[in-house]
């Protein structure tokens, strides 16, 4: 490479000859190529800075968006939580309410002398609540996977 540079600078002088006026017209094709290629290249620069700007905009946008909607989410799951902890405290007081209600209907019974068996009936009370339970349990959990998939 050292070569082609000296070369290139040795033969220079060779080719412009002492008597012949060197050419302006040559120069001014370049010189307006490079001012045009220098302008081109301004513009792209200035075309990449403002993508990069947009770029920079949109990602604010989309976290401030991603924020805004995961505190939503955060507020549905709370307030789901809240109101599914409520239904079981409903039905816990459901059932102390039953159970209340069979005790005494067995006392009432017992007093007429017409109970037949007393476990049977408070058995088959608490299997219906315990399943009643269980149903309310699987459609929270089947709504919050719902909730989470949204």
């Not at 949109?58 to 991603?66: A, C, E, M, T």
């Not at 939580?81 to 309410?97: A, G, I, P, S, W």
Request: glycine fraction near 2%; charged fraction near 35%; proline fraction near 4%.
């Amino acid at each position: 490479m050292a070569d082609q540079t000296s070369d290139s600078t040795t033969s220079s002088p060779a080719l412009v000859s002492p008597t012949a006026p060197p050419k302006k017209d040559n120069t001014s094709p370049v010189d307006s190529k490079l001012t045009e290629l220098n302008e081109s290249r301004a513009e792209l620069l200035n075309r990449i800075q403002n993508l990069k700007q947009d770029l920079q905009s949109w990602r604010g946008k989309l976290d401030s968006q991603v924020k805004v909607y995961r505190e939503e989410l955060s507020g549905l799951k709370k307030t789901l939580n809240l109101e599914v902890e409520q239904l079981r405290e409903e039905f816990k007081d459901l059932k102390t309410t039953l159970n209340q209600q069979q005790d005494d209907v067995s006392a009432s019974l017992k007093c007429l002398g017409l109970q037949d068996n007393p476990k049977d009936s408070k058995e088959q009370v608490d299997k219906r609540v315990e399943v009643t339970e269980e149903k309310v349990e699987a459609r929270s959990t089947d709504d919050n996977v719902k909730e989470a998939e949204h």
